[in-house]
């Protein structure tokens, strides 16, 4: 990727835990810039982008990036008017169910606008794109999450993880579980 | 001596049959200009084009490789009127190839099957399609010369080994790259039907670095581009030509082949990105700038001794346009076979090629595509609306349990199969390629009585709950005939070493001279042709 993403290895992947609290932090922190006119815009737009993440580590049970999750949340910014409103909605939605876990709450997302934006951040988050189209904005090749759902077994195309002639292996059934990530 | 506008030969193209003949003839001593319409990139440019393609179009290899509008190749993205290759006929001839220094082994996958005696003899045993000019003795040196050139592995064991008729003279010069789990439990199924999937020799470096490239590590991203040139791209040979003399010319769109009061070739010219015209003079000239551009040159340069373009007196130029129409079954298991470990073709079955019922319809190779699955599974299974596990396991699954088998038939010649030249322009004003293309009823009548029924065998046997079966016959990418090869120079284009009927001192070699092309890959074909014609050009050159 030309937009490479700080840390290859994950060192400053928050856990979800981390994100989930650090996003009272901010939420405290854009509060307070609301409050303080003289605070810039992008301070304003730091607290959208971790809210954003707040929003993506409920709807996604894996530790994910933040350098991509700025990259979602810029396009999502311009895709969708009412994209502070949304992530406010759904993180309500999923506070009130106490939720630790997508499955906790996805389904008393209501239909229609809000529906279609959670499914739209899981969508960028598992394909790292914007959409399936040829003019689609790419947010991540390699740390797409369909490629983490199949690490252990093959490859991220143009990514080695063999040596030469060293990929004879047994088949992996289905019974193994999926990686954590 | 070589300058910017004179060598003893000048080469238009940069693929991989130009290069194999460059080097020859600079080995023997005679200096090279070659001449390519495209840009020079890095390997690294090229992987992060693809990289940072959206998901949705990583099968577009124009992508990776975006043309220069001089110099415009087939994409994706161009369809109709705006597209560079127009079309006619029942079916589209939609083919895939670059203008690029290095041409498109860039991005092919490097299967190197060899014709079988059988195949160059149709018309003898069949009474179908073109004998070729000469038999497979005859070109079964220039295999083995091809296989070591570009360091093709392939499997000692000679009941695995294709042809299984015919002699080889020479071993590998590598082994055969190991199976992934997929493609050991596709071979272990279609043994039970009687069918034996042995590997495919092919051009990447197996176990061992070659030719100063280094060992295949299981990218899986043989297409579009292989990212350490594990792979045989004539990209990698084009600094040894430079440090043996050779000039390498590139953004330089050859648009006229002149000819001379003797009807001998004088010079070329070509429009730089500026639009502006240079001209290029030589003793011996090559077109090695594909199946398709190289007609397409020598129609636009007719001139008055050859009113029908140059190296036209036969009008075979242009016909004959053959590929691979492949039809593919996507097929869901219920056991994974987890495609994408190793390189992206990796086996194949190639006996149902072969039979006697040549007379009566085409045969097919049938093929394992090794291609990670993710890219392919992904968007259906986001559609599906799972979230959390279940999202995971879902594309866990469907990466694991889908598999792509391909079915790629023999096409006959056919002078009816043609390109000429559009109505429509490119930017530098050439006329766009036009293409009449039918796959026939030889091909056809193969899906309907053969093809198809085995392909549903094997996907029953894969154990498969859905196939979904392409609807149309699609390109191989496969370009042949355009400038068909024979004896009689009243209906063929080029001479046994692809000197044209009608210019002594003019070349062209590759697939467009194959007379007949079987079901296997044509490259290796391609330059086993471009190195008997170098070995004819240095002859010729003795001469001079």
Redesign the interface.
């Known amino acids: 990727?030309?937009k490479q993403s700080n840390d290859p290895n994950g060192k400053l992947m928050m856990s979800r835990r981390g994100m989930l609290l650090s996003g009272a932090t901010l939420l405290a922190g854009s509060l307070a810039a609301s409050l303080c006119p003289s605070l810039s815009l992008a301070a304003a737009d730091a607290g959208a982008q971790s809210r954003f993440m707040q929003l993506s580590n409920l709807?996604?049970?894996h530790q994910l990036n933040p350098d991509v999750g700025n990259r979602i949340a810029e396009a999502a910014t311009g895709q969708y008017k009412n994209f502070a409103g949304m992530l406010d909605a759904i993180i309500a939605i999923a506070e009130k169910k106490n939720a630790a876990?997508?499955?906790d709450f996805?389904a008393d997302i209501p239909e229609g606008e809000l529906k279609d934006f959670a499914?739209w951040v899981?969508?960028a988050w598992?394909?790292?794109?914007s959409?399936?189209?040829?003019?689609?904005?790419?947010f991540t090749?390699?740390e797409?999450l369909?490629?983490k759902?199949?690490s252990d077994?093959?490859?991220?195309?143009?990514?080695?993880?063999?040596?030469?002639?060293?990929?004879?292996?047994?088949?992996?059934?289905?019974s193994v579980p999926?990686p954590r990530f | 001596m070589v300058t910017k506008n004179s060598a003893d030969v000048v080469i238009v193209g940069t693929g991989v049959v130009g290069v194999v003949i460059a080097e020859q003839l600079l080995d023997a001593g005679h200096s090279v200009l070659m001449v390519e319409a495209g840009p020079r990139v890095s390997r690294a440019e090229v992987v992060e084009n693809w990289r940072n393609a959206p998901l949705g179009v990583k099968g577009d290899t124009s992508v990776a490789y975006p043309p220069r509008p001089w110099a415009p190749h087939p994409t994706g993205a161009e369809k109709g009127d705006d597209a560079y290759l127009q079309f006619t006929g029942p079916d589209a001839y939609d083919q895939t190839f670059i203008r690029y220094a290095g041409g498109s082994t860039w991005h092919w996958a490097g299967t190197s099957w060899r014709l079988t005696p059988e195949d160059m003899r149709i018309n003898s045993l069949y009474g179908v399609g073109r004998d070729w000019a000469f038999d497979y003795d005859t070109l079964e040196p220039y295999y083995v010369r091809t296989e070591h050139k570009l360091g093709i592995c392939g499997p000692s064991d000679r009941t695995k080994q294709w042809p299984q008729t015919g002699d080889r003279s020479a071993p590998y010069p590598m082994p055969d790259l190991p199976f992934s789990p997929g493609e050991v439990r596709f071979t272990e199924v279609v043994k039970t039907l009687g069918y034996n999937n042995i590997p495919v020799s092919q051009a990447r470096n197996s176990g061992m670095p070659y030719d100063g490239r280094p060992a295949c590590c299981a990218n899986n991203n043989c297409v579009p581009v292989c990212p350490v040139a594990a792979k045989y791209d004539a990209e990698t040979a084009l600094h040894r030509l430079e440090k043996k003399g050779a000039t390498i010319l590139v953004d330089a769109v050859v648009y006229k082949v002149e000819t001379n009061a003797q009807n001998k070739i004088e010079a070329v010219s070509y429009y730089d990105q500026h639009k502006e015209s240079h001209r290029i003079t030589g003793k011996l000239f090559v077109l090695a700038c594909n199946g398709l551009e190289n007609p397409k040159l020598l129609l636009m340069s007719k001139d008055d001794r050859n009113p029908n373009g140059v190296a036209n007196s036969s009008d075979q130029v242009g016909r004959n346009m053959m590929d691979h129409p492949a039809r593919s079954f996507t097929v869901t298991t219920k056991d994974p076979y987890w495609s994408g470990i190793g390189p992206v073709v990796n086996s194949g079955i190639m006996e149902t090629s072969q039979g006697a019922f040549r007379s009566e319809h085409a045969g097919a190779y049938f093929r394992y595509n090794n291609f990670a699955r993710n890219r392919f599974v992904t968007f259906a299974a986001l559609k599906k609306g799972l979230v959390g596990k279940a999202l995971d396991e879902e594309i866990r699954r469907m990466t694991a349990c889908t598999a792509d088998i391909v079915a790629a038939h023999e096409i006959l010649a056919d002078p009816n199969n043609r390109l000429t030249l559009s109505d429509k322009k490119d930017w530098l004003g050439l006329p766009k390629p036009s293409i009449h293309y039918d796959v026939g009823d030889y091909v056809r009548k193969c899906w309907e009585v053969y093809s198809q029924p085995i392909g549903k065998k094997i996907a029953e046997a894969m154990g498969a709950t859905d196939v979904k079966i392409s609807p149309k016959f699609n390109n191989s990418k496969h370009i042949m005939g355009g400038t068909i090869m024979g004896k009689d120079a009243g209906n063929s284009v080029v001479d046994v070493d692809c000197r044209a009927h009608d210019h002594e001192n003019l070349f062209i070699p590759g697939g467009g001279a194959m007379a007949a092309g079987a079901c296997g890959n044509s490259t290796i074909t391609m330059v086993a042709l471009a190195i008997k014609a170098g070995d004819a050009m240095v002859e010729q050159m003795r001469g001079a």
């Open positions: 990727m030309t709807l996604i049970n876990q997508v499955e996805f499914n899981i969508f598992y394909s790292g794109c959409s399936d189209k040829r003019d689609a904005k790419v090749y390699e797409a369909t490629f759902t199949t077994v093959v490859t991220i195309p143009s990514y080695g993880i063999s040596g030469p002639n060293l990929w004879t292996r047994p088949n992996v059934p289905l999926v």
